[in-house]
């Protein structure tokens, strides 16, 4: 078997049905398999994939495990030559993998591979390429200055060698998975895509960014929203410290004060009231449930020419193919108050989320 795309998900089950959608479009040509890794979520997810996703495997674990451990255990029963570790809140276009695959095979000595990820409003992710962050970088990331911390020295589009790369999209043979032992599960959440992509480095194998194909990535990096995230976070970043450096006085000094710090430099986010004037539904034909459950107007167009301001621009997955939509998202961003949801195939809900940091919207429909 040529891939194995290993989905850990909890209490995300629309998010996972729009994800699995787009990913059984990418495989459909790719000798593959889908696994899904349930970390004891709450929300039915299981019974999701299995009435709709028959062909998945899944794969239910009776607690939360956390992402290291959860992906290990996706990773323990694949058999493919390839893995890709997907977040279940992401959209892949429908030639991701195969272009991923033919770059894999054309690079000697290669680590990780990632691409371009992109929020739910088409605005780029910078975590999506990022540097080594030494104890200058974090602090320095801490205080709002993210220069070193994010690889913005490589263009958004280009391919070229990275140091590290994000946890919610993976790509790797499996070989070089197990050579540098998986993810480390002292990790519960956070750092350990830190902690991966540089031991990849460390044995010498080559990461990359993979500028060339985007993903739709909806929760994006998040900030730093309490004092609780801050404490992970960086509780993170010590454990990454203490295993691949010398013990350094300054960072855990850092670490225990920048959790306090945060409230004095970080940016606080505010969540907008959204106004949105008119649907746009882009499809080719009217769907009178979704129309019923709107409060405004729905106005079916072929293309997104002419889209008014504070508009909300809802795709049809049925008539529409994934790259399309991550196309238009990502290029044809006409203002910033116009948002963007996905109406999966098959589905009776659309889904979307209007920044980074936000947990998404859901309306469902008969």
Do not use: W
């Not at 729009?18 to 039915?44: P, T, W």
């Not at 739709?216 to 970043?237: C, P, Q, V, W």
């Not at 606080?268 to 008119?278: A, F, L, M, P, W």
Request: one cysteine or more; charged letters at 25%.
């Amino acid at each position: 078997m040529k891939l194995s795309v290993i989905i850990l998900n909890y209490n995300v089950k629309y998010f996972l049905e729009l994800c699995l959608r787009s990913v059984e479009a990418a495989i459909s040509n790719i000798d593959a398999e889908i696994i899904v890794v349930d970390n004891n979520s709450e929300d039915f997810s299981g019974h999701m994939i299995k009435a709709l996703f028959p062909e998945v495997r899944l794969i239910e674990n009776k607690e939360n495990y956390g992402f290291s451990k959860g992906n290990n255990i996706g990773v323990l029963q694949a058999k493919g030559d390839y893995l890709c570790i997907l977040n279940p809140d992401t959209v892949v276009a429908e030639d991701t993998f195969l272009r991923l695959l033919e770059f894999s095979e054309s690079k000697e000595n290669l680590g990780i591979v990632g691409c371009k990820l992109i929020d739910g409003k088409g605005d780029f992710l910078p975590e999506s390429k990022r540097k080594i962050p030494y104890v200058k970088a974090a602090f320095k990331k801490l205080v709002g200055n993210s220069e070193d911390y994010y690889a913005h020295n490589i263009n958004d589009k280009d391919v070229n060698q990275v140091e590290i790369l994000v946890g919610a999209f993976m790509f790797l043979k499996k070989a070089v998975y197990n050579k540098i032992e998986g993810f480390d599960e002292d990790y519960f959440m956070y750092g350990e895509d830190i902690d991966m992509s540089y031991k990849a480095l460390k044995q010498g194998y080559n990461n990359f960014y993979y500028g060339a194909t985007t993903v739709i990535h909806f929760k994006g990096e998040s900030t730093l929203r309490d004092k609780n995230y801050a404490r992970r976070f960086y509780g993170a970043m010590r454990i990454f410290y203490k295993k691949h450096f010398n013990k350094n006085m300054l960072f855990d000094l850092f670490v225990r004060s920048g959790i306090r710090l945060t409230y004095f430099f970080r940016k606080q986010h505010i969540h907008k009231i959204k106004t949105v004037n008119k649907y746009m539904f882009i499809s080719d034909s009217v769907n009178k449930d979704l129309e019923q459950v709107l409060s405004k107007d729905v106005i079916l167009k072929s293309d997104l020419k002419n889209i008014e301001k504070q508009s909300e621009v809802i795709f049809d997955a049925n008539v529409l193919s994934f790259k399309s939509i991550i196309s238009f998202m990502e290029t044809n961003l006409l203002d910033t108050s116009i948002t963007f949801k996905i109406l999966p195939k098959n589905s009776n809900f659309v889904i979307g989320s209007d920044d980074a940091v936000s947990q998404g919207e859901v309306i469902s429909f008969n």
